[in-house]
C-alpha cells in the first residue's frame, strides 16, 4: 500500500498566543524544533522527540503538530498498531492507529486538540484508511485538569468525534478491563466490506463463545 502524505495547516487563536497545526510533518523538520518541557504524558520531553520522529520517518507513520514558533506545545501520532496488540493480528495494511495526542496545559481549552485531528483529516488519503484509538484511562491527566474518570472520558470522546472517530465495542481484555476505557475508530469512505469484516473479526474474538 502506497502511504501518500499531504501537509495541511491551520492558523488558531490562544489566550495569549496563535498557534500553527501543521502536518505530517519530516522528521527533519521535527528535529528542528524545540520540545515544550510539559509534553510529559507518555515519555520525558527528549525520549518522546525522540519518538516522534522516528515514526515521522516511517512509511505510514504521520505526526501533526501544534507549534507556537519553533515550539512543540501538541502533537498527534498515527502509526500501524502494536505488534504485542490484537490491532495488528489481522496484518491489515489500511488499518492505522492514534497511537497518542497530546497538548501542553497552557494552551488547553482552545481546542488545539479537536484542530490537530481536523487538520489530521484534511488529507483525503485519510478515507483510505480505518483509524482506530484505544483509550485508557491510566493514560489521562485527571490530576492536571481535576476531572473524574468520566468526564474525562466525556472531553476525550468529544475530542474524537471532532476527527470522525466513534464509539465502537469490543471484548479486548485491556480495554475491558475498566468501563472508562473505549476503542474509537474511524473508517474511511474508501474503505471495502471485507477489510470492515476483518476488523470487526479484530474487535470480537470471542463473539461465538457463548
Known sequence: ????????????????SRLIIEGPVTPEKLASYEFHEDLIAFRPPAQQRKALIEIAGLPEGRILIARTHDTIVGY???????????????????LIELGAIEVVPEVRGSSVGKTLLQVSMMD?????????????????????TG???????????????AGGLEYYATDDPEISSHPANCLMARIGKNIDAESVQRFDQLRFHNRFMY
Open 1 to 16: 500500500m502506497e502511504h501518500r502524505k499531504t501537509y495541511n495547516a491551520k492558523e488558531i487563536k490562544t489566550k495569549n
Open 76 to 94: 498527534v501520532t498515527y502509526l500501524y498498531p502494536d505488534p504485542m496488540e490484537r490491532w495488528s493480528e489481522g496484518k491489515m495494511d489500511n
Open 124 to 144: 483525503e488519503m485519510m478515507e483510505n484508511y480505518i483509524i482506530i484509538t484505544t483509550e485508557y484511562y491510566w493514560h489521562w491527566d485527571l490530576k492536571g
Open 147 to 161: 476531572l473524574n474518570v468520566w468526564e474525562y472520558r466525556k472531553v476525550m470522546e468529544k475530542m474524537m468525534n
